[in-house]
């Protein structure tokens, strides 16, 4: 008889960080106070963690490294669960970016508009091999929106 081991992840996004307007992306915007209860009130109750694997951006692994020390669990961060790159836009408002590149970011949008995996694709090539830990309850702290497929 094959012994099977059951994964459960629990998925966090990361509370309300800095930079309120702004294209985040690989910008390190520390969270804010507000965003820090807000990510308390979500793992309230949340018991049975053992493992904690987060983004390396401090709006997500902040959070994690205190959550993972204060139960002695392991903790691991993923390089590549990074924000997306928005390069020379990065860190920037949008609303200044309207201003100056109106074509190019209705463009930008437009095209990737109602294809969250094609946004996705390129940021996430290799999530699907840390996704694999049997038999553990893990936590992922992450950034922005959770594409499934």
């Known amino acids: ?61 902040n959070f994690a490294k205190q959550f993972a ?21 990065d860190g920037q408002s949008r609303d200044s970016l309207w201003q100056t590149e109106r074509e190019l970011l209705s463009g930008y949008w437009k095209k990737n508009r109602g294809n969250p995996l094609r946004m996705a694709a390129s940021h996430y090539t290799n999530l699907t091999v840390v996704f694999i830990v049997p038999g553990k309850r893990c936590w992922f702290v992450i950034r922005a929106s959770v594409y499934c497929w």
């Open 1 to 61: 008889m094959t012994e099977t081991s059951t994964t459960r992840i629990d998925i966090l996004r990361h509370g309300l960080p800095e930079g309120d307007g702004c294209l985040r992306g690989h910008t390190d915007f520390p969270i804010t106070a507000e965003g820090l209860e807000q990510m308390h009130a979500a793992v309230y109750g949340l018991l049975d963690v053992e493992q904690v694997l987060s983004s390396p951006l401090q709006r997500c692994h």
């Open 69 to 89: 020390s204060q139960r002695s669990l392991p903790i691991e961060q993923y390089p590549d669960w990074k924000e997306m790159n928005f390069g020379r836009w």
